[in-house]
């Protein structure tokens, strides 16, 4: 497929965007997907070059988290593998599985993500109380989050971090760059089956990564500047928006309950 010139550096100016706001809160994907369908690209195709701008921007944000010993190698690559299994998996089942179900839970999802971060008013710096084992998260969340991403994804970013706090128990700062290694990986499951697939722009997806590198680069360092203080508000707008979103998106049966409600 041919892109003009003016459509390729519009995308690429998004994903610069994406991935500024990904590094820090997630939710790039609700800038970049939509974008790619509004400029006429095939569904699939979309969700492929998406899949790999979004790539390069997590694993951008892992190396600058990692550089300043943020990420816990030790306990997090298993989680990381069984991630990276999951996203596979999810990815494969695409046109196996009713997306709809996906569709109508996500947004509810994401309005509890943000409720939990907002009415938190402690959550920061400070280690919570740890609910489930390392084990127990490796094997099952770890992988259900990845498989969730591979198959619908909006979201997925901000799931990790609230199972990290809330599960694991880690604080804010800590949560983030965890969050961003099984993300990375996650992402990198999923468009492993989309290169195999042949689906994938390559021309524009190179350029959007380029740009979401750059993006996730000035995010991770604004993360590491303000902590707290920019991750929670920022973590709640951004999980709001996306409820929001996938609520008005065109068929979505809560949203038109709550068109006809309001008229």
Not at 151 to 166: E, R, Y
Not at 203 to 230: D, S, Y
């Amino acid at each position: 497929m041919e892109i003009e010139l003016s459509t390729l550096l519009i995308l690429a100016t998004i994903a610069l965007l994406a991935g500024f706001f990904d590094a820090i809160a997630g939710g790039g994907g609700l800038l970049t997907l939509p974008a790619l369908l509004v400029a006429g690209i095939d569904p699939l195709a979309s969700m492929a070059t998406n899949k790999l701008q979004a790539s390069s921007a997590t694993v951008s944000a892992v190396w600058a988290f990692a550089r300043k010993g943020m990420i816990r190698w030790r306990t997090d690559w298993p989680m990381a593998t069984l991630s990276y299994a999951g996203g596979v998996a999810g990815a494969l089942s695409i046109s196996l599985l009713d997306r709809a179900i996906l569709e109508v839970a996500a947004p509810v999802l994401l309005i509890a993500v943000a409720a939990y971060f907002a009415l938190s008013p402690k959550l920061g710096e400070a280690e919570r109380r740890q609910r489930v084992s390392t084990l127990c998260f490796t094997l099952m969340v770890a992988p259900l989050i990845g498989f969730y991403d591979g198959l619908f994804g909006p979201g997925t970013g901000s799931f990790f971090m609230v199972a990290f706090t809330l599960l694991l128990g880690r604080q804010l700062m800590q949560a983030i760059c965890s969050s961003k290694l099984l993300n990375a990986a996650c992402n990198l499951g999923a468009l492993t089956v989309f290169v195999f697939a042949g689906a994938i722009i390559w021309p524009l997806a190179l350029a959007m990564a380029v740009c979401a590198i750059v993006g996730a680069q000035l995010g991770a360092c604004c993360a590491l500047l303000f902590g707290p203080r920019l991750i929670k508000p920022l973590l709640i707008t951004v999980c709001s928006l996306m409820a929001l979103k996938l609520l008005l998106s065109d068929g979505h049966p809560i949203g038109g309950w709550l068109s006809q409600l309001w008229q």
